[in-house]
């Protein structure tokens, strides 16, 4: 299976007189543009995905839309457990009952992505911090297992903004 591991991206500040319930904050106007032109470098760079899994906060499921719709046929599900402060464990668990082989994408948010990425390469919570729109690759040659993944690549939210105007991939 090979994960790539997207963050949401730019949000409006956090104003509790606007968004009382943070899960609510969406991306801001600059920042949905931005996270469009990087969803689209994403679904260039990585069109083989073909299951977009989101945090239910609206941030991130905008993200998520954003980049199932580049993509054109990918499967977008919500999963509880993407939410902040939520259990890399039950992402996971979920990740290993799923059918073996394909590319699945997770929208989340920092620093419960970050922390995913270092459990998958490293066996620990040790941090591979995304920024806002960025993301990560990882590959496994198994089941989703602690420790058993393989970082394919580590991009920030530009370089894949840059991809959004290529034809195709450039291999990696």
Known sequence: ??????????????????WPDDAMRPLSPRGESRTLAAAV?????????????TSPFVRASA??????????????RTLEALRPGGSWRQVMTYLANLPPGGTVALVGHEPDLGKLAGT?????????????AGGCAIVFAAAVTAGQG?????????????????KRRVTA
Not at 151 to 163: E, G, T
């Open 150 to 166: 393989e970082l394919a690549w580590f991009l920030p939210p530009r370089f894949l903004r840059r991809m959004a105007g290529r």
């Open 1 to 18: 299976m090979r994960l790539i591991l997207f963050r949401h991206g730019p949000a409006g500040r956090r104003d509790d007189s606007r």
């Open 120 to 132: 998958l390469v490293f066996g620990a919570p040790s941090a591979l911090p995304l920024k806002k």
């Open 41 to 53: 470098g994403l679904a260039r760079w990585e069109p083989e995905i073909h299951t977009v899994l």
């Open 63 to 76: 993200t998520a839309k954003l980049l199932a719709d580049a993509l054109g046929d990918a499967e977008l």
